[in-house]
Nanobody, 125 residues
Framework: QVQLVESGGGLVQAGGSLRLSCAAS????????MGWFRQAPGKEREFVAAISRSAGVPYYTESVKGRFTVSRDNAKNSVYLQMNSLKPEDTAVYYC??????????????????WGQGTQVTVSS
């Protein structure tokens, strides 16, 4: 298990930017695929972005491609989500998650065994 803590959420106007951070405990951070999910009120939690282990290859849900960038710093046991050109539909609680899935490119919640507490992102019109 790994403990995850998100930060960096807030309220921004449409078109603005936010940078989310996720700090992980432990000494095996590089072994995890790190992902970001989000959940809007009354909606299902959905995949947003993730980044692979040693190669650090990112992948995204279609709706955020070109706007969001996921990155990781293994020396800091941290993963980041840079969110640009934010839209009101991006409003949600954003969760950091860690996966030991052997596959690459997973988007499934069930493949992520550790979760942070979430950080609120609100985008106004």
């Amino acid at each position: 298990q790994v403990q995850l803590v998100e930060s960096g959420g807030g309220l921004v106007q449409a078109g603005g930017s936010l940078r989310l951070s996720c700090a992980a405990s432990g000494r095996t951070f590089s072994s995890y695929v790190m992902g970001w999910f989000r959940q809007a009120p009354g909606k299902e939690r959905e995949f947003v972005a993730a980044i692979s282990r040693s190669a650090g290859v990112p992948y995204y849900t279609e709706s955020v491609k070109g706007r969001f960038t996921v990155s990781r710093d293994n020396a800091k046991n941290s993963v980041y989500l840079q969110m640009n050109s934010l839209k009101p539909e991006d409003t949600a609680v954003y969760y950091c998650a860690a996966s030991l899935s052997p596959g690459w490119g997973t988007r499934s919640m069930e493949d992520f065994g550790s979760w942070g507490q979430g950080t609120q992102v609100t985008v106004s019109s």
